[in-house]
């Protein structure tokens, strides 16, 4: 039937269970009828989703008080304990993870320091630890949240920066074969981008998400989902150059946005750090046509509102049209859980798409 109609039904249904969920998820609650409102669906839709997401216990109901002459409502809430998921941070010193309710709430957090330079055996050890800290029931699997380059569809890290070793390294399949759970592989930035589309509760402007600590990067979300662009290289924002003379960056070029970000926070001149990365930014909504910049990372988290003012300031400068070309500049709160819970919602997202699958 689905190649006589030229419908795929099965893709179709997924959708709609991950529509539907999504919806009772960020309103908290909601009756069939006002599901079928939020989402744009029948009601004869709907009805065919829902026992489906009951059965599997996802969802629950509760019998609403009666408002008035009729048969009262029943609400329907996402069971936050039904499931969860791990989210990691792979970063250039550590591995920083946390275990999620179905919700996407954090439950549980654990953290590795991994030496300087270390290999990919060392990774998906201190990975493993963590995960097996961090395992309890209902676990859906893992979601990774790594350095750059990568390929976000076959798992393998390309050649990351300043780590000795890391070309065309298989770590998804590595890490799946070492925990026994599937393992999502997706880049830091657009891990940290995808927590932030995941908990919007309206339409999603669009968004560069900036992480700026031991490297930087920027997740982008464009018409409301992340974009990684064909080769999972998108927002390598880090990597502009602002200096042609500039100091040698460890990508190979001169005076990127990162190599003299970095030396300006390492010589502890945070002021200069923030301004440099300013400038950067007004490129990067030039180009972008950005509404939104969310400014996050550990060197954010040291200096917060110097890093907002100073960002602000340099857009203002330097936008041409600042009348009528105004950014949103926003604060993540996200703060060191960013990255890791974004990873482990890309994972829980995945599974509200199938949650209305038979068997």
């Given amino acids: 039937m689905e190649r006589a109609t030229g419908v795929n039904l099965r893709g179709?249904?997924?959708?709609?269970?991950a529509l539907l969920l999504g919806e009772i998820r960020r309103a908290g609650g909601l009756s069939r009828i006002e599901l079928a409102a939020r989402s744009g669906l029948t009601q004869q839709a709907v009805s065919k989703i829902v026992p489906a997401l009951l059965a599997a216990g996802v969802l629950t109901e509760q019998r609403q008080p009666a408002a008035g002459v009729g048969k009262p409502r029943t609400r329907l809430t996402i069971r936050a304990d039904a499931r969860s998921a791990i989210g990691v941070q792979l970063d250039r010193d550590e591995v920083h993870a946390v275990r999620t309710d179905l919700l996407g709430d954090v439950q549980a957090r654990a953290s590795i320091a991994l030496?300087?330079?270390?290999?990919?055996?060392?990774?998906?050890?201190?990975?493993?630890?963590?995960?097996?800290?961090?395992?309890?029931?209902?676990l859906l699997g893992i979601g990774v949240g790594a350095l750059g380059p990568l390929d976000h569809r076959t798992g393998v890290l390309r050649d990351a920066t300043n780590l000795p070793?890391?070309?065309?390294?298989?770590?998804?399949?590595?890490?799946?074969?070492?925990?026994?759970?599937?393992?999502?592989l997706d880049k830091d930035s657009n891990a940290a981008a995808f927590a932030h589309g995941?908990?919007?509760?309206?339409?999603?402007?669009?968004?560069?998400?900036?992480?700026?600590?031991t490297g930087?990067?920027?997740?982008?979300?464009?018409?409301?989902?992340?974009?990684?662009?064909?080769?999972?290289?998108?927002?390598?924002?880090?990597?502009?150059?602002?200096?042609?003379?500039?100091?040698r960056c460890a990508c190979g070029r001169r005076g990127c946005v990162e190599v003299l970000h970095n030396a300006a926070a390492g010589r502890g001149d945070p002021a200069e750090?923030?301004?440099?990365?300013?400038?950067?930014?007004?490129?990067?909504?030039?180009?972008?046509?950005?509404?939104?910049?969310?400014?996050?990372?550990?060197?954010?988290?040291?200096a917060p509102e110097l890093y907002r003012d100073s960002v602000a300031a340099r857009l203002g400068?330097?936008?041409?049209?600042?009348?009528?070309?105004?950014?949103?500049?926003?604060?993540?709160?996200?703060?060191?859980?960013?990255?890791?819970a974004g990873a482990a919602a890309e994972v829980l997202a995945g599974f509200y798409e199938d949650a209305a699958e038979p068997g």
Wanted: contains cysteine; neutral net charge.
């Fill in 12 to 17: 179709l249904r997924r959708r709609n269970s």
């Fill in 115 to 138: 030496p300087r330079g270390y290999s990919p055996a060392e990774a998906v050890s201190a990975i493993g630890e963590c995960a097996h800290r961090l395992h309890g029931d209902g």
């Fill in 165 to 184: 070793g890391w070309r065309e390294v298989p770590l998804r399949d590595r890490l799946t074969e070492a925990v026994g759970l599937p393992v999502l």
């Fill in 198 to 213: 995941w908990r919007a509760d309206g339409p999603v402007p669009a968004t560069a998400v900036v992480l700026a600590g």
């Fill in 216 to 247: 930087i990067g920027a997740g982008l979300l464009i018409d409301g989902s992340v974009y990684r662009g064909p080769r999972t290289n998108a927002g390598e924002f880090g990597h502009t150059t602002l200096a042609f003379d500039g100091p």
């Fill in 273 to 302: 750090a923030a301004r440099l990365l300013g400038i950067g930014l007004a490129d990067l909504v030039q180009v972008l046509d950005l509404e939104r910049i969310v400014l996050a990372g550990r060197a954010v988290r040291g």
């Fill in 317 to 340: 400068e330097l936008l041409p049209s600042p009348h009528w070309q105004r950014v949103r500049l926003d604060l993540d709160e996200l703060g060191r859980d960013l990255v890791a």
